[in-house]
């Protein structure tokens, strides 16, 4: 039963990894492998599987429900034009400037929103600012590379350090005060080598974009939309809630504020401005990926399978800060989720309790590998797509200097650790 399973599993992943050849949507292969796992594993047991499976839905939803909410605020910003706020802050054309400009606003809005809505923000705003594609492709990079290393520290800046959050493998405070400077040498670093390779100033494009909302309505969606985002760690800390309580609560705040906001206007304008029309808007393939993929782990952790896996990388390889570098490297070739949702389920809080060394290294390292490989990341993908970008280009000119900036941090880290612990 559990090599067939696994079996299962491995299809399903190689599925996932060759999306873009084979033509199918990752979301569809996600959701076959999870009810194809659990499937074989409840006709091959004598006794009832559900109880297991009801067990892991209820931590799945928590964190479907979690990105749901925070989808649709950031999406209801995106109607309300919110990020033209973030354009109105820079006003320089000096190409070096701009580098450090980007780098700085994507770390810091990445651990706000997550890597993905940034990166398809500001490299929306790149493109309005550097029309030039040459050096347009290292901006892109720096983006790609500051998204990730941002939502690496934030409890809510990246889907996996959210599912560490959310099984309370990490507290709120202790990982952002573990991570954050690691995180930002792998950042810096990069911004270090990009600054250097280029020069001159930059043309902008002359925007002649209508937008929807007036100077204030902007004003206010925006930074009500980053105070719920940024509450809904407080949420939690106070009323020991899970974090989705938070972040619902912060949709329907905006929800209200915006009906009433636009109460005067016509149907078809406020339609278009409303929470519903957000919905519509916001990721859902994405979402039943996640539900797919975690349901096929959940299958793997209930039949033994991990466990029995993170014997065999205890023994064979032993230290657990070389399996979470290894873990952040092969997150550059495949999908990071599913790697830190096998980390948890092959070892549980009973053998690295909470708040313990190896969870905190897995954030950083999982969050910052992918930006090794421009497939590595949904930052990368979304990147990718919007401007075009080759898988070798990037690895020619980006994947290097995100491999120093990795590794960098990653010594920082273990620095830090041996100092202070």
């Known amino acids: 039963m559990n090599t067939l399973i696994a079996l299962l599993f491995v299809l399903g992943y190689a599925s996932i990894v060759l999306e873009h050849p084979l033509r199918i949507n990752k979301a569809a292969t996600a959701l076959l492998t999870g009810v194809l796992c659990w499937s074989v594993f409840a006709l091959m047991q004598s006794e009832q599987v559900s109880e297991p499976l009801f067990h892991h839905l209820a931590e799945i939803s928590s964190i479907l429900f979690f990105l749901l909410g925070a989808m649709v605020v950031v999406e209801l910003i995106d109607l309300h034009d919110g990020f033209v706020v973030l354009t109105d802050i820079i006003n320089t054309r000096s190409l070096k400037k701009l580098v450090v400009l980007i780098a700085i606003l994507t ?78 040498v792998s950042c810096l670093i990069p911004v ?101 993929i975690l349901l096929s782990v959940a299958a793997l952790e209930s039949t033994g399978i991990l466990k029995s896996l993170s014997t065999a990388l205890d023994s064979t390889i032993g230290s657990i800060s070389i399996i979470s570098l290894i873990t952040g490297l092969l997150s550059a070739i495949v999908d990071n989720v599913p790697l830190v949702a096998a980390a948890q389920g092959m070892y549980g809080l009973e053998t690295y309790p909470t708040d313990h060394f190896f969870w905190e290294f897995l954030a950083y390292c999982a ?9 590595g990341s949904a930052a990368g993908v979304a990147a990718m797509g919007i401007e075009k970008i080759s898988f070798f280009d990037y690895l020619k000119r980006i994947g290097w200097i995100a491999l120093i900036g990795y590794f960098a941090g990653a010594v920082v880290f273990l620095l830090q650790q041996r100092l202070f612990h």
């Not at 969050?367 to 497939?375: A, F, K, N, R, V």
């Open 107 to 184: 770390f810091f809005l990445s651990a706000v929103l997550d890597n993905l809505t940034t990166t398809i923000v500001m490299v929306s705003l790149v493109r309005k600012l550097i029309p030039e594609k040459k050096d347009r492709l290292l901006f892109v990079g720096l983006i790609v590379i500051s998204a990730n290393a941002g939502g690496a520290w934030s409890p809510i800046g990246d889907v996996t350090t959210t599912m560490l959050w959310m099984g309370n493998q990490v507290t709120t405070l202790n990982i952002i005060f573990k991570t954050f400077i690691p995180s930002l």
């Open 192 to 292: 270090l080598l990009i600054r250097s390779q280029v020069k001159g100033e930059a043309e902008r494009l002359v925007t002649t974009e209508e937008l929807r909302t007036t100077p204030m309505e902007r004003k206010v969606v925006f930074f009500l939309g980053l105070a719920c985002l940024l509450f809904v760690p407080v949420f939690k800390m106070v009323t020991h809630l899970p974090p989705y309580m938070g972040i619902l609560f912060g949709l329907g705040l905006m929800w209200v504020v915006t009906e009433l906001m636009h109460r005067e206007k016509h149907e078809e304008e406020k339609g278009i401005l409303s929470v519903n029309h957000a919905i519509r808007k916001i990721d859902t393939p994405g979402i039943l990926f996640f539900l797919g």
């Open 367 to 375: 969050g910052t590998g992918g930006s090794i490989l421009i497939i």
